[in-house]
DNA sequence: CCCCTCACCTGATCGC
DNA sequence: TGCGATCAGGTGAGGG
């Protein structure tokens, strides 16, 4: 489910079951799925284990859950005014074929890397599948750092290099439009740049591409502000609607925390629409390879300019 | 510092 | 039924 409304999809669905709850125990079952985490699987177990999330926290594709800091553990089950701030998280990222899965404490999923059985006050049981086919996706335990922006927000150091995303109350808009204008790369690249602007992938960089009527190798530096602004709109128009329909899903293996589809593969009106009529010209929307992956777009509509 | 290519991986599915 | 080819939504290291 690798983009942001997919991600966030998996986000809002874990934050009420896992805030507060308690890790009991772990099962690393595929060592690989720990690449990005710095140590061996034991670290990782022996620091996990007996720790409680305090809730749930995303940039672009990458979620966290912060960390109870040790010594307040106690203060979660009777609350005192001033709590200490998370100085650790369990970063997870879904890479490409990535899924967490919240089940029964007898459910397992095909392809399950990585278990976490949780115990939660209120919810009782529970156990956490972190499901990945091809171990592009990664779990990881990360300190928190400060931002070096102005809003000093804390995210794991993995994340530090990831810019804002367009949905980020404080994204700052006019910087995203400096910067890309400085760029001197075609415009689907520096889309996809995850240290530009996060969250958008190889599905929403065309949509919002088709959308804004842009061709994905537009030159940057030949975009005028006008139509910038447009595909910063657009962008910002498919995020929000894929997230409202629980985001795209073209098989099984793109499913929410209960593992249930999203319905915006019903919406794609360019990604995966080769060979069918552009919706607003008619004629037929095209495949080509760019950068090792499909670029999905009507050649009518979408022009260099 | 910026830009770009490539390696990293698996298993579901399809055609022969 | 079996086997090989094909395909996929991401990322960052390293070279130019």
Known sequence: MPELPEVEVVRAGLE???????????????ARSLRRHTGPSEDFTDRLEGAIFAGASRRGKYMWL?????ASQHSLIEP?????APTEALVVHLGMSGQVLLRDRYTDDNLTRIRLELSHPSHGDLRLNFVDQRIFGSMALDSLVATPDVLREHVPTQVAHIARDPLDPHFD???FLKRL???NTGIKRALLDQSLISGIGNIYADEALWAARIHYDQPTGALTRPRATRL??????VLIKALAEGGTSFDAQ????NGNSGYFSHSLNAYGQQGKPCPRCGRPIVREQFMNRGSHFCRFCQKIR
Not at 16 to 27: C, L, Q
Not at 66 to 70: E, F, K, M, Y
Not at 232 to 237: C, D, G, H, M
């Open 173 to 175: 808009e006019a910087l």
């Open 181 to 183: 204008a400085a760029r």
């Open 254 to 257: 793109y499913v929410n925390v």
């Open 66 to 70: 912060p960390l109870v800091p040790r």
């Open 16 to 30: 009420p079951a896992v805030t507060g709850a308690r890790v009991a125990s772990i099962e690393i079952l595929d």
């Open 232 to 237: 910063l709109a657009e962008v910002r128009a």
């Open 80 to 84: 005192v005014e001033i709590t200490p």
